[in-house]
């Protein structure tokens, strides 16, 4: 999931992007900022068996405990962008 965050952060804006986790306990969230201020559609079934493209929400959709992304507004660290996230709840 995170490598597919990653390759549509490449894929779809420009300029720099990062990964970061975050350990909160039992909870481990995954989030990938960019450059870019448009948020990803959701997942809408279904997707062609056999398409190139649209199938990274459905992933993060079955398989994380929860994603989301917010919009990042023009600051003091530099211009807006979006993160996008998600969590996996690593029980005992």
Known sequence: MTS???ANSVRH???????????RHPVLRISVRDMS???PKPYVPPVARHAEAGRGMAILELVADRWGGCAIGEGALGPGGKTVWFELALGA
């Open 4 to 6: 597919e965050l990653t």
């Open 37 to 39: 201020p448009d948020l």
């Open 13 to 23: 804006t420009k300029g720099p992007a990062a990964v970061r986790l975050q350990w």
